[in-house]
T-cell receptor
Framework: AQSVTQLGSHVSVSEGALVLLRCNYS??????LFWYVQYPNQGLQLLLK??????LVKGINGFEAEFKKSETSFHLTKPSAHMSDAAEYFC????????????FGTGTLLAVQP | EPEVTQTPSHQVTQMGQEVILRCVPI?????FYWYRQILGQKVEFLVS????????KSEIFDDQFSVERPDGSNFTLKIRSTKLEDSAMYFC????????????FGEGSRLTVL
């Protein structure tokens, strides 16, 4: 079955450190890939998306992600964490089709330590 | 910037009661979705709706659930007889007519069933 996996339900980094949140999908057909961020008690905000154009995608708030077909991965990175980055991050995929529904990973809660 | 709006933001109800959650989608969007997120868990797909009919539903979306777009603007999710396990955050999402599957989410409606 097609699925998406996020390794690490909790990630803690120091302010100013590199942020790396992992996402892998399971399918021989590359999907469209997305990262969403959820701040406490808020909805889901799109950070960035991969739609088969450039493999390195830049998003909002200094985040970027690289699509690697050989590794079936779409890891999210940010060179320098800020306190305001503390949130839950969800990787999501769709293979299109009639409904274009998104399938979400289990999420990674990012904590940023001062 | 246009956004998806949801009401109510929080509803508390007694088990067995009917609940209607409402969503006003972005005006030129044609695909509509409901997702739910039980506290601390992943975002789960419930149903997608296009051209005034359900295009796909998950196993969660049983006979107790229904969706409709009664007046061409609001998109509603009805739970006929709520159960304790229906307590969750419910997100409405919409998608443009074309585009690579990007969904725009509302802020969510938190349902608490007592």
């Amino acid at each position: 079955a097609q699925s998406v996996t996020q390794l690490g339900s909790h990630v803690s980094v120091s302010e100013g450190a590199l942020v790396l949140l992992r996402c892998n999908y399971s399918s021989s057909v590359p999907p469209y890939l997305f990262w969403y961020v959820q701040y406490p008690n808020q909805g889901l905000q799109l950070l960035l998306k991969y739609t088969s154009a450039a493999t390195l995608v830049k998003g909002i708030n200094g985040f970027e992600a690289e699509f690697k077909k050989s590794e079936t991965s779409f890891h999210l990175t940010k060179p320098s964490a800020h306190m305001s980055d503390a949130a839950e991050y969800f990787c999501a995929v769709t293979w299109g089709g009639a409904t274009n529904k998104l399938i979400f990973g289990t999420g990674t809660l990012l904590a940023v330590q001062p | 910037e246009p956004e998806v709006t949801q009401t109510p933001s929080h509803q508390v109800t007694q088990m067995g009661q009917e609940v209607i959650l409402r969503c006003v989608p972005i005006s030129n969007h044609l695909y509509f979705y409901w997702y739910r997120q039980i506290l601390g868990q992943k975002v789960e797909f419930l149903v997608s709706f296009y051209n005034n009919e359900i295009s796909e539903k998950s196993e969660i979306f049983d006979d107790q659930f229904s969706v409709e777009r009664p007046d061409g603007s609001n998109f509603t999710l009805k739970i006929r007889s709520t159960k304790l396990e229906d307590s969750a955050m419910y997100f409405c999402a919409t998608k443009r007519p074309a585009g690579a599957g990007e969904l725009f989410f509302g802020e969510g409606s938190r349902l608490t069933v007592l």
